[in-house]
């Protein structure tokens, strides 16, 4: 929530090997207009919140979005990919 106060411009958002993060946090970082997103080895998120970063109303990344590394996101399923895939209209780089 502090991200989303504090920077409403911010583009670029890395979270590589952010241990800590959670399901929590997802939701707010789909309200950043984020043209890069990175959850490289963030193995601790789980399915549930990709799936609802996919299905949120307020996912306004869902137009900016070009970049997002899922790689070593070992809870993400087919189906939250599928999810997210639907949404993420100008994604470049999956």
Same mark, same amino acid.
């Given at each position: ?6 920077c409403?411009n911010?583009s670029?958002?890395?979270?590589t090997?952010c ?5 929590d946090?997802v939701p707010?970082?789909?309200e950043l207009?984020?043209?890069y997103l990175? +959850?490289?080895?963030c193995?601790?998120l789980? !399915?549930?919140a990709?799936?609802? #970063?996919?299905?949120? &109303?307020?996912?306004k990344?869902?137009q900016?979005?070009r +970049?997002?590394?899922?790689c070593g996101?070992a !809870?993400l399923?087919d189906?939250? #990919?599928?999810?997210l &895939? ?9």
């Amino acid at each position: 929530d502090e991200i989303s106060k504090n920077c409403p411009n911010i583009s670029y958002l890395d979270l590589t090997r952010c241990l800590n993060i959670n399901g929590d946090a997802v939701p707010m970082i789909a309200e950043l207009l984020l043209e890069y997103l990175n +959850f490289y080895a963030c193995s601790t998120l789980p !399915n549930i919140a990709f799936e609802c #970063l996919g299905q949120s &109303s307020r996912l306004k990344a869902s137009q900016t979005l070009r +970049f997002l590394d899922l790689c070593g996101c070992a !809870n993400l399923t087919d189906d939250g #990919l599928k999810v997210l &895939s639907q949404v993420l209209q100008n994604i470049e780089y999956l």
